[in-house]
């Protein structure tokens, strides 16, 4: 499986706390009660770190790490499969931390990381999910592009470019469906400071962890070996203490 080719827990209980309101008198004033303690909500937390974004609990027992890349059909079966089970049932726990990590494989990747990160941390999950989930139409368009549309993404500014994969694949209306206008993504697109350090984090993890697949998963700091769907994955997270 190449890079080219591949790419029972339980629901927790939200703890709500009951805040109960006492009427004071004239006569007699009445303390209110404290509210009890909530549990941090872990399933809405999310923070950059190192080219990456992770979900959950910064400090969680485990880490999970996903390497994906968005011309990997398998990445986007994933995205439709595992992510939902891991933000759903894993990481809302605290014990497990999910990351994910971009593997890049060609320029229509990059094209796309780069709009993932437009607007801070907070973003990156809807703009993953709305990138990944129409990933089989714009795929479409670039196995059928014409001559004159690729010699656009290989020639010219870096910036040229990615604005020129993004307009021939529908990434801009993708993204302007999310709330974006047209400046805001090509100031995106033009982040060539960011575009070096996916790119030079993809051939720091690639060597680090021996990647050879995409989706791939590293938990605590070793790679899955032979790991690369839900189906897989879902025994090993299963298992943790």
Known sequence: MSLTSMRKRRLPLLLTAAVAVSLASA????????????????ATAIEKRDN??????????????????YTCSHCA??????????????VPEGKVSFEIRHLLQNPIDLTAALLTHCGGPRR?????EAIL????AWLERARTATQAQRTRWNFGTNSARWRAIASDLGFYAIMEARGYNRAQLDRCLADQTLANALANATARDTETYNLRATPSFVLGGKLLDGVHSWDALRPVLVALD
């Open 133 to 136: 989930s129409r990933q089989a």
């Open 77 to 90: 079966e994933f995205a439709r499969t595992g992510d939902v089970a891991i933000k759903l049932a894993v």
């Open 52 to 69: 990456g974004h992770v979900l959950g609990n910064p400090a969680a027992q485990h880490r999970l790490i996903e390497f994906m890349s």
């Open 124 to 128: 990156f999950l809807g703009n993953h």
């Open 27 to 42: 006569a007699t004033a009445q303390s209110r009660p404290r509210p009890a303690a909530t549990a941090p909500n872990w």
